[in-house]
């Protein structure tokens, strides 16, 4: 023991008022506040009672005897060793008599040094404590905060401290101020310290706990799926080991570690077949995935994984992660993803690379993921290394890119979509679509496309590069059914050739914004309304905007499949756009259409509003053109709240300009629309391009008066709902 000294009746706050506390790793998790109905429920309520007497009661003092740690001067750290239970409860103390009085703001920024480290859901929920407001239900006050995740019930640390404040708030005596007492060098709560020697205070655990340091959960989970499912022990030791270290390189020559990525892919794996079993808790897996760069997974039962996986499954586990593991490779080439971009960049585009490293994964890699799942399995593990078999590996990986690039897939409708895909019965993707079977759940648009481009192929194959070609270029991202289409909406083949000719001329290859031809963008949109031939298309909802978003929904939309076949089979040359007359409108909303034609709304705002006098006035749809006075007011509510996106500042009218019928802004640090005065929907960046409407069907109708105070009620609303995971349409 030469090695140690003791210091003698400190307290809390002396000491973390000189030095950070650190609970270290090798920590078991906190204790104090687990519920048995019994013993331990006695020992929480008189030791805190203990507590509270010592602040509050003259004559009394609480020693918590002996607490084991080493000190670092050059981090001005202290570790401890043994006691971290005691000072756990005693930080609880603190922090909840600060925030019961509203004074924490006084003493945050020293409190903030105590931390359990490594322990991710109990790392987040103490940095959540700092930002509660004050309340007379402290578990409420965490729970209903928008930023509360419930998944962190799994954490055995972070439920054992709602407990402990639970009690704490019980037995708080409301008439006295403690801050005084209780924040002070000379505390009457107190303990000793037996101060180690620097950095030995992980072999003195070792000496002081036989068991050592406890096990990862990767490592806990490994030795339960092994024991249960008697799953052979070299795979994860070796071949999948290996692998998984391969996933693990960083762009500075370093690695990670390798567990924290087998982890998130068996959590995604048992994702996916909770999933197909339609179990209700089955988002639990994904939301214990490793987050910010800590170095150990969350926790979740054994038992959670024990519902899921029975031994058919973990047989195609192990089949399927074998299969995965020696054709990596030649699953990323057939992905599209260059090989060099795979072995430098961390943050790979590869959907397996996404999933591994939990590099924001969304349900569409999710998807193509349980594709290739089915795919090995289909294949019964084939490897990939004849030409058979990468042909027909390629072609069922081009039909699912295309497929989810083209369907809105999210959390509600995964099951669905998982279901469908294990319903099929042949790895050869196009005999499966060319015998008229179908695929449920994805855009049913795009699979009939899929159908007839897999019939023409197996009619010719030497029509797959051209249909291949095609569907890469610009922004059509597969769905190309425009260039197969007649003018009524039917089959046609043989317009195939004329059609891709003039969409490269018309469209930009690197699917930007611009069209082909400079500054002619709306000359290419009027000789597209002036081929509308039929009063019916005057009354279609229509944006006089040429971007690649806008033509995208021209092209695709079997409603305009007449003006579409007119406008791809006619040559259309720069003079010729020139010089395009305004057409011979009726006379319902003549005068509208008229100024749309012309032209004049374009050249003075091409975003949806104009503004006229002092009056907004609004032409997204044909039948929709009104003066708007309360657009003015809904700006200036929204400038009250939040920042409105810069891009939608037209500086030669001093308005905001929108794209359609959208408002775009910022509020904290969420992004949301409001789209035609009424509908609030939440975003997840601020381009405002990917919408969480399209994921997890967070919306919200606005019916009220808007004001500012409806706006800010609502944009909390949709991120609690976000946040308390809900998925619904209010």
């Known amino acids: 023991m030469g090695n140690m000294k003791t210091q003698q009746n400190t307290c809390f706050w002396k000491e973390i008022n000189e030095y950070n506390i650190l609970i270290p790793n090798y920590q078991r998790d906190y204790a104090q506040g687990r519920k048995d109905g019994g013993r331990i429920d006695n020992i929480r309520q008189i030791f805190v009672s203990e507590l509270y007497q010592a602040l509050s009661e003259d004559d009394a003092k609480c020693h918590l005897g002996l607490v084991f740690g080493s000190y670092n001067d050059d981090t001005k750290t202290f570790v401890a060793v043994d006691g971290q239970q005691r000072l756990t409860t005693v930080f609880l103390l603190h922090w909840f008599v600060a925030w019961k009085e509203n004074r924490l703001q006084n003493y945050a920024g020293i409190l903030k040094k105590f931390a359990w480290n490594t322990r991710s859901y109990s790392s987040q929920f103490v940095n959540l404590l700092f930002t509660l407001e004050p309340s007379d239900d402290v578990i409420s006050a965490i729970t209903e905060n928008c930023n509360y995740f419930s998944v962190w019930e799994n954490d055995p640390t972070v439920k054992s401290m709602k407990i402990m404040l639970k009690e704490i708030e019980n037995q708080y005596p409301n008439k006295q101020q403690l801050c005084d007492s209780l924040f002070s060098v000379g505390c009457k709560i107190q303990y000793d310290i037996l101060k180690l020697e620097k950095e030995s205070d992980a072999r003195t655990y070792l000496k002081m706990n036989s068991r050592g340091r406890p096990l990862t959960t990767f490592e806990n989970f490994k030795s339960n799926l092994i024991t249960y499912f008697e799953i052979e022990t070299k795979k994860f030791d070796n071949e999948w080991l290996d692998f998984m270290l391969e996933r693990s390189k960083t762009e500075d020559g370093g690695f990670r570690d390798p567990d924290v990525q087998f982890m998130n892919y068996i959590n ?41 996986f029975d031994k058919d499954i973990i047989e195609k586990f192990e089949k399927s992660l074998d299969w995965i593991t020696c054709n990596y490779d030649e699953i990323c080439n057939y992905d599209a993803i260059k090989k060099i971009d795979r072995q430098i960049s961390f943050d790979s585009d590869f959907y397996l690379d996404k999933i591994i ?55 509600n409708n995964m099951s669905d979509v998982c279901e469908s895909i294990n319903k099929i019965k042949d790895k050869d993707i196009y005999s499966y679509l060319s015998n008229g079977n179908t695929l449920e759940s994805f855009n049913q648009a795009q699979v009939n496309e899929e159908i007839e481009k897999a019939r ?3 009619k010719d194959e030497s029509w797959e590069t051209k249909i291949i070609e095609a569907e890469k270029y610009a922004f059509f991202k597969g769905a190309i059914r425009f260039l197969f289409m007649n003018a009524s909406g039917n089959v046609d083949w043989d317009s195939f050739p004329k059609k891709w000719v003039y969409a490269q001329e018309y469209f930009n290859e690197n699917g930007g914004d611009e069209l082909n031809y400079a500054h002619k963008e709306k000359n290419l949109l009027k000789s597209f309304i002036n081929s509308f031939d039929e009063d019916k298309y005057f009354e279609l909802p229509f944006v006089y905007e040429s971007t690649k978003d806008n033509w995208r929904q021209i092209l695709l939309d079997k409603r305009w499949s007449n003006p579409v076949h007119q406008l791809l089979t006619n040559d259309i040359s720069v003079e010729k756009m020139d010089y395009i007359e305004t057409p011979n409108l009726n006379s319902v909303n003549k005068s509208i259409k008229q100024l749309c034609v012309s032209g004049e709304l374009l050249d003075m705002m091409p975003n949806g509003y104009y503004k006229k006098g002092d009056t907004l006035h609004q032409w997204y749809y044909w039948d929709d053109f009104r003066f708007s006075d309360s657009l003015t007011k809904i700006f200036e509510e929204i400038k009250e709240i939040g920042s409105i996106k810069s891009e939608n500042l037209a500086e030669n009218f001093g308005y905001v300009v929108l794209k359609g019928p959208d408002i775009n802004f910022k509020y904290g640090n969420f992004c949301f629309i409001l789209r035609n005065e009424k509908e609030l929907i939440l975003c997840n960046d601020e381009s405002f391009n990917t919408r969480l409407v399209s994921e997890s069907k967070i919306i919200s109708k606005m019916t009220d008066e808007i004001t500012k105070e ?21």
């Open 268 to 308: 995604e794996y048992t994702y996916l077949q909770s999933k197909l079993k339609e179990q209700n808790d089955s988002k639990l897996f994904i939301e214990a995935k490793l987050k910010d760069g800590e170095s150990d997974v969350p926790f979740i039962s054994f038992e959670k994984y024990k519902s899921v």
């Open 357 to 411: 490293k939990d590099i924001q994964p969304n349900y569409s890699h999710r998807v193509k993921f349980f594709s290739l799942l089915k795919y090995a399995e289909l294949s019964e593990y084939s490897k990939l290394d004849s030409e058979q078999e990468q042909k027909s590996f390629e072609r069922w990986t081009r039909v699912f890119r295309n497929l989810v690039e083209n369907s809105d897939i999210y959390e």
């Open 456 to 458: 023409q192929i197996i």
């Open 710 to 730: 409806k706006i800010e009620e609502t944009c909390k609303d949709l991120i609690a709902m976000l946040h308390n995971d809900k998925s619904a349409i209010v």
